[in-house]
Every structure is written in structure tokens, then in C-alpha cells.
């Protein structure tokens, strides 16, 4: 069994930072590309970053140059800064990783539970 755990959200002013926080545990044999996927309501969950087990990293137009994201291969965790942050940046936010349990079977898909970033004054 494996779970993916964010943490790290909260309320902020706009122009402020966050750090969020995503922890795989479990039968972990590989971690593929990590993914930072974002839902605000009434909105289809999109695309913000992914970074893959290289540390190549690909971000959403509307994030670029404002957030980073990282990974800890050791720890089996993925980070997303976020600086100057925008109303238009709150959503819940979910990490995604494609993760194989053991070398002979595939990589299954999961899914954090996630977090509430919302951005306001």
C-alpha cells in the first residue's frame, strides 16, 4: 500500500509565499515523474509542475518564474515553493506520482488527498 500526504497549505496575502510538502510512504520500490496538479472550484484540475527522477522540471505558463518545484529521492518527497503569490492561485492542490511497489510489477497512479492554498486579503 502506498499514500501520497501533502501538507503545507494555509491562507495567504497576495504577494506572500508558501511551501507545500508531499510525502510518499509505503511499498515504495520506485518513484517515477512527480506531479503538482491544482483544482479551484467551478475549474478543472490542471497541470502546475511535474519533476522527473532526474530533477527535469516542467511548469504551467501561469506558474513559471513564481514557483519551483524539488524532490528529495531519499526522503520520497516533493516540494512546490510558491512566491508571489495571486488570488487567482487558490485551488487545493494534489501531488501525483505514478509508483511501482516492486521491480517486477507496474507503476500504479496516486493520488494525495490534498491541500487548501487560498490567497487573499
Known amino acids: 500500500q502506498v499514500q501520497l500526504v501533502e501538507s503545507g497549505g494555509g491562507l495567504v496575502q497576495p504577494g506572500g509565499s508558501l511551501r507545500l510538502s508531499c510525502a510518499a510512504s509505503g511499498s515504495i520500490f520506485r518513484i517515477y515523474v512527480m506531479h503538482w496538479y491544482r483544482q479551484a472550484p467551478g475549474k478543472q484540475r490542471e497541470l502546475v509542475a511535474h519533476i522527473d527522477s532526474g530533477g527535469n522540471t516542467v511548469y504551467a505558463d501561469s506558474v513559471k518564474g513564481r514557483f519551483t518545484i524539488s524532490r528529495d529521492n531519499a526522503k520520497n518527497t516533493v516540494y512546490l515553493q510558491m512566491n508571489s503569490l495571486k488570488p487567482e492561485d487558490t485551488a487545493v492542490y494534489y501531488c501525483?506520482?505514478?509508483?511501482?511497489?516492486?521491480?517486477?510489477?507496474?507503476?500504479?497512479?496516486?493520488w494525495g488527498q490534498g491541500t487548501q492554498v487560498t490567497v487573499s486579503s
Open positions: 501525483n506520482a505514478p509508483i511501482s511497489s516492486a521491480p517486477t510489477l507496474a507503476p500504479k497512479s496516486y
